[in-house]
């Protein structure tokens, strides 16, 4: 058991600009994004398949990054706290007090590559094939980002490896939620996706293996992560993020199926 060190939310002071963790997570998580895309774009088994160049692959990062700031925020704003929301709506804006919804932040970018793949003649499917292993060690930039900044913290624990988070307000021993999601949707999803794609698969393959592989691992370590304490457990005893994590994986069974059929 240790201590939650409780970083200096500030990573990069440079005069009146300070660059907070989590947002330079999110830098990190779009860079990783453009690098390893560059990478995938040079094999043409890639290239052919997602029928993106390199020029399309940047244009995908603008849309895809629009797509999880707007609708991670309106995802925390509609499935977390709709009602403090409606009663303080300018507050929707105020991003820099937190709040964002992986769930949200992925229904923006699936609307964000629907929209761009219409207006430039893509196959939906096959540019989420290509975007989806991509995603995971942003993911897990992310919860490390968490982690830094001592939020979303887990359950109580007696396990040797339990942290005392300062911020929850007492001295007891929790899991460290944040570095289960960083292992499990960011490294090991990662690894499974990357060795995944690797080989041809049908057409909506990929995305739907993303689906499943993050639904029954975010599914999983929500039983280590503390419940907001703003809705607490919901129905059948499960969380906010169980509950919107269960028909994710039922969708990426459905395309998994429905690939293998062709």
Known sequence: MFVHPQFDPVAISLGPVAIRWYGLMYLIAFAGFYVLGRLRLRRAQFANASQLSV??????LFWGALGVVLGGRLGYV????PGYFLAHPL?????WQGGMSFHGGLLGVLAAVALYCALRGKQFLRVMDFVAPLVPLGLAAGRLGNFIN?????RPTEMPWGVVFPQAGDAIARHP???YQFAGEGLLLFAWLWWYSAR??????????FLLGYGLLRFLAEFGREPDAFLGLLTMGLTMGQLLS???AAAGVW????AGRK
């Open 200 to 209: 041809p698969r049908g057409v909506g393959a990929v995305s739907g293996m």
């Open 246 to 248: 269960l028909p994710m």
């Open 150 to 154: 001592g939020e979303l913290w887990g």
């Open 91 to 95: 507050e929707i804006f105020a991003l």
């Open 55 to 60: 020029t399309e692959h940047e244009d995908l």
């Open 255 to 258: 395309l998994i199926l429905r």
């Open 78 to 81: 509609i499935f977390y706290q």
């Open 177 to 179: 939620s944040q570095l």
